[in-house]
């Protein structure tokens, strides 16, 4: 069971955006699929339609160590698609898990529960440093951290999301490696002189830095996305239409990337995402339509 955490410690980057649209694509190609919404502002878990909610959700699993899959797992409306819903009403899992004594470590120990029941587990995390968001690196295989092309997202991403990992290194002497981390250049303007030097700062500046890079595929900022946080669907089930006079990736071709890049072991499952669905065609690459 491979675990993607996707972080930030900077609010309104397209975390839960990135991990709702990996996920329905993931579910799409036939893989089991668990959502985890760590974030206490549940976006992610009214994401999707549920067609059936479970008892639980985070606040048993992290609270009260709740191992029972079915009181925890709600299966969404997306076939293969399930989540454990953000239900932490008080906010008190963090002062919990602040004063446990495994409190970074117990997501980590627990996923085993779900090991048999999924290919795959995605975590979106708050938008702020907190324990929650160690936690959920600790327990991570990989991280991914959407950035978007601006002078102040890219200096927090260092300042807060880097020195993260920093942070957590002693961990290595329990034998718990932080996870690589692999940068997703976000919501990329048409045109723009600005972000286009920042795109290549960024690739310079990591290209040497052990266990970070920046990610090939790159997300513009297309129309495609808020519709489909409006209709609860992944952008690559939702009608596409570029903004006028740019070609840019397809909804379907941009997520397909980022999967390809994440989880490169099941690359042979994506192709038959969507059929022709977002694929070019020679109207659509000359402008019209």
Known sequence: MQVISVISTKGGVGKTTVAANLGGFLADAGLRVLLLDLDMQPTLSSYYELQHRASGGIYELLAFNERDVGNLASRTIIDG??????????????MLLLHAPDGRLRLRNLLSVFRSRYDLVLIDTQGARSVMLEMAV???GLSVSPVTPEILAAREMRRGTLQLLDDIGPYRRLGIEPPPLRLLIN???????????????????FAEQAGVSVMRTEVPAIEAFPRAATQGLPVHRVEYRR???RVA???LETVRGIAEELCPQWHDRFERVGGKLGRRSPRREAGHG
Do not use: C, F, K, Y
Request: glycine content about 4%; hydrophobic content about 40%.
């Open 187 to 205: 919501r990329i303007p048409g045109v723009s002189s600005n972000a286009r030097l920042l795109q290549q700062t960024l690739r310079l500046v």
């Open 81 to 94: 698609l399930d989540i454990v819903v953000s239900n932490d009403e008080h906010r008190q899992l963090n």
């Open 249 to 251: 990736p397809t909804a």
């Open 243 to 245: 903004p006028s006079g």
């Open 138 to 140: 600790l327990a991570s």
